[in-house]
C-alpha cells in the first residue's frame, strides 16, 4: 500500500524539493557582501542567507495554497456541504490565536533556525499523512479538521521566527525592500498557488496535492539549516530566566507602552474590519457587476497583481524618512480607491480600483513591518512582529463579519461606499490622536 502511494505521489513531492536545491546551489557558494551596494529590491538577494530565508518563505505560501485549497475541496467533494467548508475557518481562528502568542514568544526565547525547522516539520508530516489517509481511502472530515488545526498552528508559529531573522541577515538601509519583496512575493504565491492546485488536482488527484504540499514544508524545513546566522536573538539574556508565560506579558507590555506600534495595528485594524473584501468576492462580484465565478476570478487576480506592483511600487519611498506619514498618506489612497470600487458601474473600473486597492495595501503592510523591524531591539522582535500578525488575521476574520454582514443590509456597493468613509474616518483620526505616527522618521532609531 505505501509502495502504491509512493509511486502516485512521488513526482509532485520531488518537483518542489528539485526546485529548492536548485535555488540552494545557486546561492550556496556566495557571501554576504561588505559593500553599501545599492538600495535596489534585487540587491537583497545579494545576501545568501536572505535568499535562503526567501525560499522558505515561497514554499511555505505556495505550500499554505495548496493545503488550504486541497482541504477545502477535499470536504466540499466528500460531504457535499457548504458549511462543513466554512468550518476550516473557524478551527484556524481559534488555534491561531494563541499559537501566534507562543510563537512570538518562543521566536525571542530558542534558536529561531531550529523553530523554523522544528514547525515546517510538523506541517510537512501532517500534511503527508493527510495524503497518505487519501489514498488509502482513510480520510474522514474529523482528521482533515485536525490536520487543519496541527498546521495551522505549526504555520504561525514560524511566521515570527522566520520575520525576526530578517533584520539580522540585511542591513538597515535595506529593510524595506525585503519587506517589499516579501509582500510581493506572497502576492505571486497567491495567484501561483492556486494555480499549482489546479494543474495537480486535474492531472494526480487531491492526495497528490497534499502530498505536494508537505513535499513543499518539508523544503522549508530543510533550508534553515543551511543559514550562517546566529538563530538566537541578541539580548535575549535579559529576560532568559523568566518563564514562557512572563516573556509573553513582557511582550505584550513592550508593544503597549511602544510610541508607534499601537496605532500602527490600531489603523491596519480599524481600516480592516470596515472593508476587508476578499473572502467575499463572490458577493461584491454579483451585487456590483451582477457576474459569477469568472468575475470574482477577474476581481482577485486584479487585486493579487496590483499588490505586486504596490509592493515594488512602495520601493520608491526608501529614502522618504517620514514612514509614518507615508501609511497614513497610502491608508487615505486605500480609502479612496474603496469608494471607488463601491461606485463602480462597469466591471473594467471596479478591476482598476480593486487593483489600486491591493497596491496601497500592500505599501501599507510593506511599510508597517518595516517600521516594526526598526524600532523593536532583536531580543523583542518575534513578539513584536506575532502581534503584528495577530492584529491583522483577527481584523481580516472580523472584516470578513463585518463586510459580509453590511452587504445583506445594505447591498455590496454601500457596503463599500460605508467602509470607504469609516476606513477614512479611521485614518484621520489615527493620524490625529497618535501624534508620534505623524513625527516618526525612519533613521531615528
Known amino acids: 500500500m505505501l509502495a502504491a502511494v509512493w509511486h502516485k505521489a512521488r513526482p509532485w513531492v520531488a518537483m518542489p524539493v528539485g526546485l529548492a536545491v536548485v535555488i540552494m546551489c545557486a546561492v550556496a557558494d556566495d557571501t554576504n557582501p561588505t559593500s553599501e551596494g545599492s538600495r535596489s529590491a534585487i540587491s537583497v538577494f545579494r545576501y545568501r542567507d536572505y535568499s535562503l530565508l526567501w525560499v522558505v518563505m515561497m514554499a511555505g505560501s505556495i505550500g499554505s495554497w495548496l493545503r488550504i485549497l486541497g482541504t477545502a475541496q477535499w470536504l466540499l467533494d466528500h460531504t457535499g456541504s457548504a458549511w462543513q467548508v466554512g468550518a476550516i475557518g473557524f478551527v484556524q481562528l481559534i488555534v491561531q490565536f494563541p499559537s501566534l502568542l507562543w510563537g512570538g514568544t518562543l521566536a525571542d526565547r530558542i534558536d529561531r533556525k531550529k523553530l523554523l525547522q522544528l514547525s515546517n516539520t510538523v506541517t510537512a508530516l501532517a500534511l503527508m499523512a493527510l495524503g497518505g489517509l487519501f489514498y488509502m ?17 505549526s504555520a504561525v ?19 524595506l525592500p525585503a519587506a517589499s519583496i516579501e509582500t510581493a512575493s506572497q ?4 495567484i501561483v498557488g492556486p494555480l499549482v492546485f489546479a494543474a495537480i488536482a486535474a492531472t494526480a488527484g487531491l492526495g497528490a496535492v497534499l502530498a505536494a504540499a508537505g513535499s513543499l514544508f518539508l523544503c522549508a ?41 499601537p496605532g500602527l495595528f490600531l489603523l491596519d485594524i480599524g481600516i480592516t474590519v470596515v472593508s476587508f473584501y476578499r473572502d467575499i468576492l463572490p458577493v461584491l462580484a454579483l451585487g456590483l457587476f451582477a457576474g459569477g465565478a469568472a468575475v470574482s476570478g477577474y476581481l482577485g487576480a486584479a487585486n493579487s497583481m496590483g499588490a505586486v506592483v504596490g509592493s515594488f511600487a512602495a520601493l520608491l519611498f526608501v529614502g522618504y524618512r517620514a514612514k509614518g506619514m507615508l501609511v497614513l498618506y497610502a491608508s487615505l489612497a486605500y480609502a479612496l480607491f474603496l ?19 491591493g497596491a496601497a495595501d500592500a505599501v501599507t503592510v510593506a511599510v508597517r513591518h518595516t517600521t516594526v523591524v526598526l524600532t523593536t531591539p532583536d531580543h523583542m522582535r518575534g513578539r513584536a512582529l506575532s502581534l503584528m500578525y495577530l492584529a491583522a488575521n483577527s481584523a481580516n476574520n472580523l472584516g470578513t463579519i463585518w463586510v459580509g454582514f453590511w452587504a445583506g443590509v445594505l447591498g455590496a456597493a454601500n457596503s463599500m ?29
Open 137 to 153: 481511502g482513510e480520510l474522514t472530515p474529523l482528521w482533515v479538521y485536525a490536520g487543519v488545526a496541527l498546521t495551522a498552528m
Open 157 to 175: 508559529v514560524a511566521s515570527p521566527a522566520r520575520s525576526a531573522l530578517v533584520p539580522v541577515v540585511v542591513p538597515r538601509r535595506l529593510l
Open 187 to 190: 502576492n505571486i504565491a497567491a
Open 221 to 261: 524545513a530543510l533550508v534553515p539549516g543551511l543559514l550562517r546566522v546566529a538563530g538566537r536573538a541578541d539580548g535575549q539574556t535579559e529576560d532568559g530566566h523568566e518563564s514562557t508565560w512572563q516573556q509573553t506579558k513582557n511582550g505584550l507590555s513592550y508593544v503597549a507602552r511602544h510610541k508607534i506600534l
Open 339 to 357: 469608494f471607488g470600487f463601491g461606485a463602480a458601474t462597469t466591471l473594467w473600473f471596479g478591476l482598476a480600483m480593486i487593483a489600486l486597492l
Open 417 to 445: 461606499l460605508l467602509g470607504a468613509l469609516l476606513a477614512a474616518a479611521a485614518t484621520a483620526a489615527i493620524g490625529y490622536f497618535w501624534k508620534p505616527i505623524r513625527v516618526f522618521r525612519s533613521d531615528d532609531q
